[in-house]
């Protein structure tokens, strides 16, 4: 089965709201994943889909400017996924993602992420009406990323630093970089991540299902836990 994509949309300034009172009549728990192009954002949702597809009903929107050929990753998972191309967009809108959700069974899923386009100025300023947002970033960017790109960091509800397998191969300082993300948002968590060794999944996988059933009570606990592996 081909993958649906969605490629230009007109703007509509209530897609945002829209798009969230849909969610929450769907029952979906919707997150926007956003990182710089290279940061390992597929990696890392390509992991934890494996690590959850038997605990959760995921779905994925896959932003970009071209065809993604992740896509056939996740359908031969059996997660449902729609791209949209945004084209020479450095961002995917509200819009665009209203279109892409029409070609998802909201109803029948319990999570759905949302890959935005690698980007770090726009997507954090650009509200999708998700619930919540996870930023992505890559060790060998290097902590200036922090004071580049605040806003990415800022209202994220996690934080994952990804590319660990290669911290003791780069200039950075992972403890002054983890302070600086407590003092830009306290509130964040942060798990360091290796997608190749699976550092970090377990705990991001348990995260997000934690998330998830704190949103929806009807969301079974399953039998089988997480293991706390990883940073």
Known sequence: MSTPTIRELPSYPRAAWDNRRRFDAAGVTVVNVVGAAGSGKTSLLEAVARRMSDRLRLGLVLADPAAAPEAATFEAAGIPVVQVFTQRDTYVSAAQVQGATDELPLDQLDLLLIENVGNAIQPGRVDLGQHLRIAVMSITDGP????????????????????????????????????????????????????????????????????????????????????????
């Open 144 to 231: 200036q990323q922090l004071s580049k790109y605040a806003d990415l960091y800022r209202d994220a509800a996690l934080v994952l630093l990804s590319k660990y397998d290669l911290v003791s191969h780069v200039d950075f300082d992972l403890d002054a970089t983890v302070e600086q993300l407590q003092r830009l948002n306290p509130a964040a968590e942060v798990i360091c991540t290796d997608a190749r060794n699976r550092v970090g999944i377990d705990r991001l996988a348990g995260w997000l299902l934690g998330y998830v059933r704190a949103q929806r009570p009807d969301v079974r606990q399953r039998e089988s836990l997480f293991e706390p592996a990883g940073v």
